[in-house]
């Protein structure tokens, strides 16, 4: 699997947590990426995209203002750092390639579990 | 509400073939032939099977296949298989400021 996500957890409403996901077996650098999550029983929910540069980032209506996307080519690594956290925002968070081909999701990682509950 | 609507479950009996719907709006399905299909088994992450409307990933069975008409996208299984009992979720691209929409999923059931 080319793709590894870290960093979930418990957390109270209006935490903070920062999402990872380490890539491996392609040049990350040149894959803009995304994160979908989807809340226990529910559907995939496009979280939020960034093109290979970090030139062009996107956001859900649902988490503007309080979810930042980041990468590191470095490192090959997307990051998310999720502020003001909502119990809606209770999801497996999947980090997910930009395949390059028609908007479409190549390549996803298998998810870690956040939980927003006090 | 998600922003393409799929029928929330649908069955088939082995051998059979299924029809899955995704419909959205000219901004979506009906402007762009970026619409994507995943299959997702329960625990698991979702896979990629359809890209641009009607073409396969290499690796993925022919027995799968996508079309469109208007703002409706279709995915087709044929010769249904145990093996293919899973949901079902469709994206595509939008000129929204959302940039990608999914459906809220067809859990399919193999009877």
């Known amino acids: 699997v080319p793709l590894v996500e870290s960093g979930g957890g418990l957390i109270q409403p209006g935490g903070s947590l920062r999402l990872s996901c380490s890539a491996s077996g392609f040049t990350f650098s040149n894959y803009d990426m995304n994160w979908v999550r989807q809340a226990p029983g529910k559907g995939l929910d496009w979280v939020s995209y960034?093109?290979?540069?970090?030139?062009?980032?996107y956001y859900a209506d649902s988490v503007k203002g309080r979810f930042t996307i980041s990468r590191d080519n470095a490192k090959n690594s997307l990051y998310l750092q999720m502020n003001s956290l909502r119990a809606e925002d209770t999801a497996v968070y999947y980090c997910?390639?930009?395949?390059?081909?028609?908007?479409?999701?190549?390549?996803w990682g298998q998810g870690t579990l956040v939980s927003v509950s006090s | 509400q998600s922003a393409l609507t799929q029928p929330a479950s649908m069955s088939g009996s082995p051998g059979q073939s299924i029809t899955i719907s995704c419909t959205g709006t000219s901004s979506d399905v009906g402007g762009y032939n970026y619409v994507s299909w995943y299959q997702q088994h329960p625990g698991k992450a979702p896979k990629f099977m359809i890209f641009?409307?009607?073409n396969r990933p290499s690796g993925v069975s022919n027995r799968f296949s996508g079309s469109k008409s208007g703002n409706t996208a279709s995915l087709t299984i044929s010769g249904l298989q145990a093996e293919d009992e899973a949901d079902y979720y469709c994206?595509?691209?939008?000129?929204?400021?959302?940039?990608?929409?999914f459906g809220g999923g067809t859990k399919l059931t193999v009877l």
């Open positions: 960034i093109d290979s540069s970090s030139g062009n980032i």
């Open positions: 641009e409307v009607s």
């Open positions: 997910a390639r930009d395949g390059g081909s028609g908007w479409s999701l190549d390549y």
């Open positions: 994206s595509s691209y939008t000129n929204t400021n959302t940039l990608r929409v």
